[in-house]
């Protein structure tokens, strides 16, 4: 049901039941112009301090689920999710996070997670005001969705996460020399000079993250073309960089300080936590399924896939796709 092909233009296109999706090379603009069919909606949602951009798919009456990417990716891999979740009548919305093209760099420059988690839930109120919605996040924006949920439970009927574990599980599992190793591009990108070497030979070190995190899985040249454009402007690389340099700077204080407090602690909201067992980011030796389930008083269901790295939602789509909308129907 999920596949992908590149043609002799460099063309990708992903089979999602519902048409294709064609993401060309030649360049952001044009891509997503030519892109984006009858069944996916390039949408703009403007909310009181930043326009995002966002892939919407199902009916505008369906139930909402929110999905945010992490790093480095863009809302693109969110399609083969989206196309199943607007099968099953859901309406899905995945937006560029804050500071990728083409949804705009925070003005204030806080990248720190309870401002992520203000821009995120200033998102949901304008996609949804009147109910709560579920979320789903990968890779940042599993922590991201750990900082809404720990907040504003009450905004949210279930919350799937995947690749990155609970941020107290995760502060423990980075002890680790192993894990220590593996992260070792986030200290990198502390350093003045972590612009110039991702941006250099066509952000190579973006294809060697990739490649590293998912082994034996090779995304299609447009898929990869895309997400690298979305990072590529000066202000948009430094923005991106900014998530990590907030993470480790403690003496700047974010402006969202309980929503910071909130991915630390117990999260009110039933959960699924999804891992691939290759992951070459986050080690599946940080996946504590005990602590986990003390972290969430509502029950979380904890899958480790088999045959899937870091990227598992796209290594894997029909057995990922499958666990989330059997989770979202248990919910109700």
């Known amino acids: 049901m999920h596949c992908s092909a590149v043609d002799e233009m460099g063309m990708r296109s992903v089979e999602h039941g519902l048409g294709q999706l064609d993401v060309r090379a030649e360049g952001y603009d044009q891509t997503m112009t030519q892109a984006l069919g009858d069944e996916f909606e390039r949408v703009t949602i403007a909310t009181p301090n930043l326009s995002f951009e966002a892939l919407a798919?199902?009916?505008?009456?369906?139930p909402v689920v929110v999905a945010l990417h992490g790093f480095p990716d863009h809302a693109l891999t969110f399609v083969p999710l989206m196309a199943d979740l607007s099968k099953a009548g859901f309406r899905a919305i995945a937006p560029w996070m804050p500071g990728y093209h083409p949804t705009a760099v925070p003005e204030d420059g806080d990248f720190s997670l309870g401002a992520?988690?203000?821009h995120v839930m200033a998102l949901i109120d304008a996609v949804s005001p009147d109910a709560p919605v579920a979320l789903v996040g990968h890779d940042w924006g599993a922590l991201v969705g750990y900082a809404v949920a720990g907040w504003k439970p009450e905004?949210?009927?279930h919350l799937t996460t995947m690749a990155v574990p609970h941020m107290a599980t995760m502060m423990m599992a980075m002890m680790d020399p192993a894990?220590?190793?593996r992260s070792w591009y986030m200290f990198f990108f502390q350093q003045p000079t972590a612009?110039?070497?991702v941006a250099a030979n066509d952000m190579a070190l973006i294809d060697t993250l990739w490649a590293d995190w998912s082994p034996g899985f090779t995304p299609e040249t447009g898929f990869v073309r895309s997400l690298k454009e979305s990072m590529a402007p000066a202000d948009n690389l430094t923005a991106v960089l900014g998530y990590y340099r907030a993470m480790f700077n403690p003496t700047v204080a974010g402006s969202n300080p309980a929503?910071?407090?909130g991915a630390l602690g117990a999260i009110d909201v039933p959960a699924l936590y999804l891992h691939g067992v290759d992951d070459g980011c986050m080690g599946v030796e940080s996946v504590d399924e005990g602590a986990l389930g003390g972290l969430f008083p509502r029950g979380v269901?904890?899958?480790i896939l088999d045959r899937a790295g870091h990227f598992l939602h796209l290594e894997q789509p029909d057995d990922v796709n499958a666990l989330i909308l059997d989770a979202l129907a248990r919910t109700g």
């Open 301 to 303: 269901d904890v899958r």
């Open 179 to 181: 894990q220590l190793k």
């Open 259 to 261: 929503a910071d407090a």
């Open 116 to 118: 992520l988690a203000s």
């Open 57 to 62: 798919a199902g009916p505008l009456d369906g």
């Open 155 to 157: 905004r949210l009927t």
């Open 195 to 197: 612009e110039f070497v």
